[in-house]
């Protein structure tokens, strides 16, 4: 996969360079490289906002730098990379803007990304970068405005940090043991359960003593049973979506005791629980 990022920061992406992701592109599975949005600008002040139209705070980004940038990343793309029929967007790059305003990141959104050939994520900072930018892009790209969630971040270098990460580790072969993607958060629409290690006491605290038995079907009942249970505290929100159609029968009752009916195939949540 091919990525490009452009940023007025591009310091802020060295992190990108360590761990999992950073194996990745010395082994050759990710083609990652980041631009400086100051670059593409041509007067003697490397000037990349203004100031809004209509009024109000702060500076939007000016539409030029972005154009003359986008256009060097898409033009620069690997020669496979627009195969027919290769990625999920017909063959154009995905554009990213990291954005408060976009639709939610999930994932979902991290698989379905995962496909594709090239990304290009475009880092605004102040207000935003002029609009006419993402329209003018759609051209020549799938543009996906991107949000982390509902709250606010200075740029979209952090966030891109983030979406990096969730998609890289899906590529094949950056994870060594692909077995380790399918049993972890969100990969059912559930959260994980809780592990444990050695010691099997600690601080007068034991480990759950299914998990010393030995025996793997209690186990993966127990392991189920916590994931709804830490699901239905922390994130019920997610109950809602989630498929409970596919269910093992006798996990009804487990939701049972946490308060929630399974009908039509959907977890509802009793009114006296
Ligand atoms: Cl993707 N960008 C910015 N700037 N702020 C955010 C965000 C993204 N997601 C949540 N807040």
Redesign the pocket.
Known sequence: MRIDVVSIFPEYLAPLELSLIGKARQDGLLDLRVHDLREFTTDRHRTVDDTPYGGGAGMVMKPEPWAQALTAVAAGRSEDAGAPGASGSAGKPVLIV???A?ER?TQATAHELAEEDQLVFAC?RYEGIDERVLEWAADHFTVRP???????????EV?VLA?VEAIGRLLPGVVGNPESLVEESHSDGLLEYPVYTKPSSWRDRDVPAVLLSGNHGKIAQWRRHEQYRRTAERRPDLLVEFDAGKLPRADGAAFADLGYDVVDGHLVRRPDA
């Open positions: 990291p954005s408060p976009g990141f605004g991107m949000s982390l969630g509902d709250y606010v971040l200075n740029g979209g966030a979406m």
